[in-house]
């Protein structure tokens, strides 16, 4: 009977997965919509007479509008989960006129703040004939630092990712602008790598926490390091492994090696199941995970009880809940459905009203049951520990058919050596 029920289990998450695959497939690749980039121009410039798309490299238009020249460009940066694309409009003096968005899959509650505090509105009148700077985003590509220039753009709080990939694309469009159509050459600073203090801690973090894996003696002070999880990973580092990031490696909306902590966060979440057999992120990384687990044990509630068939039920939640978020994803054409983690709101104070409503319930659960929305809810955890499984599944069978293999070969050899 038990048998059994593993069985159906395992049927259920299949037919979750090739279906979720299914939905990718058909969401990336053939739901897409196309942009009618003229008539984006037309609706921003109602007195266009004319458009003229200029061949080359990018996307790009001549605009005649009310008896003056404008340039249109298109391109794009990878943001916090989706590449973002942007139509700089550019007049013929060399200044941007406005930067437009043409696609993003950005989370909403965080990408709207870029509208509602006029982010788009700082790029009119730069010019293109040097690089616009990000101010107030240290340790970034294209970071203003202290350069006297008044061609920059300040970054929004909270969401410096999605304003440094707008940023990063009006860049791009206006330096091809700029050389093809103003002789005007430049150095882009979003092509120069920065290592920061945070970028510098998640690696020490990562090491530490892979060190405290294969060492028992630092499982004594596990309780502190949950403290310095709390407070460095999750209120100053502020980056977290969430189901959005792991959704854009599946749809290669992957940022170039400019944003290292992107790299060392990934490389230390999935690399080190490759490499070790080991989720050490969840283990010992993970802030929100942390948090739960040093209230649990601050709290010393006795430990609520729960069957293992209410157990086996709940474990299935995780799965069942990302099934549904691809899904309506897919449904609806925007994959921030994704976004319904917790780390916002506890680390950020933004998100969504529903998980203001939820994060609660998961923390006063977590008093009494230990890291109760990591062990039922958690995407990450799920997808983490179902690779980790799939890892040393495989390399189990792979030593095992190497030994077999091995081993009839050294036995063939001593039966022909004795005869």
């Known amino acids: 009977m038990e048998r ?24 990336v690749c053939f739901t897409g919509k196309a942009v ?36 249109a460009v298109c391109d794009s940066a990878v943001g916090y989960q989706s590449r973002i694309e942007i139509m700089t409009i550019i007049n013929d003096r060399g200044l941007v006129e406005k930067a437009i968005v043409t696609r993003q899959a950005e989370t909403p509650v965080f990408f709207e703040r870029l509208y509602s505090q006029k982010f788009f509105d700082q790029f009119n009148g730069l010019s293109l004939r040097e690089p616009i700077y990000l101010g107030g985003a240290y340790g970034y590509s294209g970071f203003l630092d202290k350069r006297q ?4 753009v300040d970054r929004v709080t909270g969401s410096t990712v999605s304003s440094h990939a707008v940023a990063e694309a009006v860049n791009k469009g206006t330096l091809y602008i700029a050389s093809q159509f103003f002789a005007k050459q430049w150095s882009n600073p979003y092509d120069v790598y920065q290592l920061n203090s945070k970028t510098l801690t998640m690696i020490v973090v990562f090491l530490m926490a892979l060190a405290a894996t294969f060492s028992k003696k630092m499982s004594r002070f596990r309780i502190w390091w949950l403290l310095i999880i709390i407070g460095v990973m999750g209120f100053f580092v502020k980056e977290f492994v969430t189901a959005n990031n ?15 902590g992107w790299y060392v966060i990934m490389a230390g979440s999935l690399g080190f199941v490759i490499l070790f057999g080991k989720n050490i992120y969840c283990t010992w990384v993970c802030p929100f995970g942390a948090a739960q687990e040093f209230l649990n044990k601050a709290a010393g509630f ?94 189990r069978i792979w030593n095992q058919t190497w030994n077999r293999l091995w081993n009839g070969i050294w036995n063939q050899r001593w039966k022909t050596n004795k005869s």
Do not use: H
Not at 251 to 259: A, C, E, M, S, Y
Not at 361 to 387: A, D, E, K
């Open 36 to 71: 009618d980039y003229p008539a984006l121009i037309q609706q921003d410039f109602p007195g266009v007479t004319s458009i003229e798309k200029i061949l080359g490299t990018q996307r790009a238009y001549k605009i005649d509008a009310a008896g003056k020249q404008y340039y």
């Open 4 to 27: 059994k029920k593993r069985d159906l289990k395992s049927y259920y998450l299949m037919v979750l997965f090739f279906t979720a695959v299914a939905a990718i497939i058909y969401g």
């Open 302 to 395: 006795k430990s609520l009880g729960i069957s293992p068939q209410i157990t086996r039920v709940l474990k299935l939640a995780a799965p069942t809940i990302l099934w549904l978020a691809v899904m309506l994803g897919t449904w609806v054409g925007d994959y921030g459905t994704l976004d319904y983690q917790p780390f916002s709101a506890f680390f950020l104070f933004k998100a969504v009203w529903v998980m203001w409503l939820m994060l609660p319930v998961f923390i006063f659960i977590s008093l009494f049951i230990n890291r109760f929305y990591c062990q039922f809810f958690c995407p990450v955890g799920f997808i983490l520990n179902l690779l980790n499984r799939l890892r040393n599944n495989g390399v």
């Open 149 to 152: 220039t008044g061609n920059f």
């Open 246 to 260: 792991l959704f854009a490696i599946v749809t290669l909306q992957i940022p170039r090696l400019t944003n290292l």
